[in-house]
């Protein structure tokens, strides 16, 4: 019998949100991307186009913020996408969502504050 490995789902992050869901969610713009993202991926925005972006610490483009969450994975593009992402009023759970490799302590907890700041808070779930 071959052995099936399930991929990440919408389940392993995601607690709540908001009663009216066109409150919480977004259709925005995806950035070209070489890497599939995942669902529960955290994202940046580019100031200068609005376009999200996988969270990068080290960049000074705006996607050093957290701004919102991937939905549903996004595969690889060569061009902008449409993706649907949570950017305020929501729960997740504390350790669901996908950082990105490298992140550290301090950034991830700035990521956190950032993303409570608009509504997208953490909660333990037992």
């Known amino acids: ?5 399930e991929g ?3 389940g392993d992050w995601f607690v709540s949100e908001s009663d009216q869901i066109d409150f919480s969610r977004e ?13 529960g991926t955290v994202l940046g925005q580019v100031t200068a186009t609005g376009v999200y972006a996988p969270l990068a ?7 050093e913020i957290a701004a ?11 061009a902008t996408t449409k993706a649907a992402v949570f950017v305020r009023d929501m729960e997740y759970k504390e350790d669901g969502l996908t950082w990105p ?6 950034q991830k907890k700035a990521a956190v ?10 909660r333990e779930v037992v």
């Open 27 to 39: 259709n925005a713009t995806l950035a070209i991307t070489a890497v599939e993202l995942i669902n």
């Open 113 to 122: 504050a950032s993303l409570k700041s608009k509504g997208i808070v953490k």
């Open 1 to 5: 019998m071959a052995l099936f490995t």
């Open 8 to 10: 990440k789902n919408i």
């Open 101 to 106: 490799a490298g992140i550290t302590a301090d």
């Open 68 to 78: 919102a969450v991937l939905i549903y994975n996004a595969t690889i593009s060569a």
């Open 57 to 63: 610490p080290a960049a000074n483009d705006g996607t």
